[in-house]
Every structure is written in C-alpha cells, then in structure tokens.
C-alpha cells in the first residue's frame, strides 16, 4: 500500500530546503517589534481592505516550527495543485479543534486574530469534502502561521498527477511522450504494406496534433489553468 501524502509534512519540508531557520527567527521578531509602531497601525487602517493585515503575535510565544515564508506555500501549492485563498471562500466546514486552536492563540497573544488564509484542493472551495486543508494566519512581511491541519491526507499519487500541469514545458513533455506510446501501438503496417521509420513519424505526428488538440480545446473550454496561475486564484475557472 502506498502511504497517503501528508501535505503539512511536505512543506515543512520545504521550508527545511529552503529557508535559513534562524533568518525566520529575525524576520518575524522584527516584523512582531514593528507592529506595534503607531504609524504602522495609521497606515493599516488608512489602506482599509487594501492592505495586508498583521496579526501582531507575542513572538516569544510562537512555535517557529509553524512559521512558513509565503514563497514556501506557493511552491507547496504548485507541487500539488492546491489554492491557497482567504477562508471566507472555503465552503467546508471548520472543525471545532481548529476554533479552539484559534481561541487559544488569541487568549495567549492578548490579540483577535484576522486575515486566516487556508491551503486545500480547489473543489474545497466550491463543495463540501475531506481532504486536506491547512489553516494559516499571517504575521506580516509575507509570513504566515500555521494555525491547524485537519481532514485526510492527500492521494500518494497527487504530485504525480499535478506535475504535467506545472508549466508548459511539462504538459508539452507529457503529450510528448504519450503520443510516442501510443503510436508504438499501431499495429505495424495498418495503413500500408511497407513498415517505414517515415511511417511511424507520420503516425506520430498525427497523434501528437491530435493529443494536443484536445487537451488545448480542453483547457480554453473549461477556463483550465496550470498550477502557478490558480494557486492562489480566487476564481472558479481557472
């Protein structure tokens, strides 16, 4: 049996090959210390909606294992084709462990936390299901804590899944290749009676316009995207 993929396990590693540990520690510390500047506040509330809220934590307080840099949840996102979106916009239901997690942070950094981002598979943000969610809160500067993980892991094949739909490069490699085992299965001298090396590439040809075709009328139909446009897409067709 394949273990299932613990998205949480894979972006703290992630951050463990891509991040200096204790560059994390200062960021925050500064951006915590900076928060509570007066003209910092001022220009908070002037920027309204417009700006990025800061959530200011005791940082003495904060677990700095689950202190992620947003650079870190896009390539987390990307990888699995997951949406990382404002939790206004999730439509399953958050557990009651996640709330209690939130009141105890909120109790322990004399503060009302704001601007909760969560990671899931898109359909989460449509309908209700079980997979994977993660609950984050952001610090500021592009920092974000993870608050809570709950639901089931993802499909051990997910990446698998997503990698052709990474970039262009990838997809084009992908039809690339499926047209090439596909034309191995035409049975030798189907169209004529000579098997020639100029037949098989004519074959192949065919079927890779062909295989691209669809998937291009596929992706403009449907409004389809790949994984570095949507995963942090609010819209529904992309």
Not at 11 to 37: C, F, G, H, M
Request: glycine residues 4%; charged residues 25%.
């Amino acid at each position: 049996m394949i273990k299932k993929t613990n998205i949480e396990e894979k972006l703290l590693q992630v951050k463990e090959r891509r991040a200096d540990p204790q560059k994390i520690i200062q960021d925050v510390y500064q951006i915590l210390n900076n928060s509570t500047n007066i003209d910092l506040r001022i220009e908070k509330n002037l920027g309204s909606s417009q700006s990025q809220v800061e959530n200011a934590f005791c940082f003495d307080k904060l677990n700095t294992s689950n202190i992620y840099h947003i650079d870190q949840i896009k390539q987390i996102c990307i990888d699995y084709r997951l949406r990382f979106l404002d939790s206004k916009y999730f439509k399953g239901d958050i557990p009651k462990e996640a709330i209690a997690k939130i009141k105890n942070l909120e109790k322990d950094h004399d503060l009302d936390l704001k601007g909760f981002k969560i990671v899931a598979p898109s359909k989460l943000f449509k309908l209700k299901d079980k997979d994977d969610p993660l609950l984050f809160a952001p610090i500021g500067n592009d920092y974000y804590y993870l608050i809570h993980k709950w639901g089931n892991d993802l499909h051990p094949l997910r990446r698998i899944f997503a990698w052709p739909f990474k970039n262009i490069v990838n997809l084009t490699l992908v039809v690339f290749l499926g047209s090439y085992l596909l034309t191995l299965l035409v049975p030798s001298g189907l169209f004529s009676k000579s098997n020639t090396s100029a037949e098989f590439w004519i074959i192949f040809f065919f079927m890779f316009k062909s295989s691209a075709s669809v998937i291009i009328f596929y992706g403009f139909a449907l409004g389809k995207n790949f994984n570095s446009g949507i995963w942090n897409s609010k819209y529904f067709n992309t």
